[in-house]
T-cell receptor, first 111, second 114 residues
Framework: KQEVTQIPAALSVPEGENLVLNCSFT??????LQWFRQDPGKGLTSLLL?????REQTSGRLNASLDKSSGRSTLYIAASQPGDSATYLC??????????FGQGTRLTINP | KAGVTQTPRYLIKTRGQQVTLSCSPI?????VSWYQQTPGQGLQFLFE???????NKGNFPGRFSGRQFSNSRSEMNVSTLELGDSALYLC?????????????FGPGTRLTVT
């Protein structure tokens, strides 16, 4: 049974810092992993989908890595901005047709 | 392309009532999944439909049901509402479905049960 954990649960940093969000999963037999962003009271916005064959995926200031052997993924945010404040969720396949989500990391970027 | 749309956006219901939520996927997407999000349990999978067939169901009581129409639009129904059903209900669409497929989420329906 897939379980996904995200650490830390909350993170507050000053604007301009580079930061790393962590995600771990128990079933390493996955072919990809997804990172999402959620603003308060809103739906999920897909940020990155990283295939197991890629190991890394980049979009603008975001970079996600995936290490199946260790059951870990990281989301790196460069030069953070106040607009990056949101909850970040990672999700791994949990068997047929479904995603298993972590509890999220609530990120606050202070101006 | 228009994104995933969900209606209504907000609902207030009383315990014991039933409710129907609607989801319209991105044009061309044939898979629709539903998730429940609560502060305590986070995001939990409800069910997934593909070409009008339910392919997978999460660990929720039978009060939660759904269906998908031939145009891929989906509805979920919750009968005999309980206070614990208060949550944000999110639907997601993808081309072919499957847990590893790129999922696109709608804005959600916020259900409050009083």
């Amino acid at each position: 049974k897939q379980e996904v954990t995200q650490i830390p649960a909350a993170l507050s940093v000053p604007e301009g810092e580079n930061l790393v969000l962590n995600c771990s999963f128990t079933d390493s037999a996955i072919y990809n992993l997804q990172w999402f962003r959620q603003d308060p009271g809103k739906g999920l916005t897909s940020l990155l989908l990283i295939q197991s064959s890629q190991r890394e995926q980049t979009s603008g200031r975001l970079n996600a890595s995936l290490d199946k052997s260790s059951g870990r993924s990281t989301l790196y945010i460069a030069a953070s901005q106040p607009g990056d404040s949101a909850t970040y969720l990672c999700a791994a396949p949990g068997g047929a047709q479904k995603l298993v989500f972590g509890q999220g990391t609530r990120l606050t970027i202070n101006p | 392309k228009a994104g995933v749309t969900q209606t209504p956006r907000y609902l207030i219901k009383t315990r014991g009532q039933q409710v129907t939520l609607s989801c319209s996927p991105i044009s061309g997407h044939r898979s629709v999944s539903w998730y429940q999000q609560t502060p305590g349990q986070g995001l939990q999978f409800l069910f997934e439909y593909f070409s009008e067939t339910q392919r997978n169901k999460g660990n929720f009581p039978g009060r939660f049901s759904g269906r998908q129409f031939s145009n891929s639009r989906s509805e979920m129904n919750v009968s005999t509402l309980e206070l614990g059903d208060s949550a944000l209900y999110l639907c997601a669409s993808s081309l072919e479905g499957g847990g590893g497929a790129q999922q696109y989420f709608g804005p959600g329906t916020r259900l409050t049960v009083t």
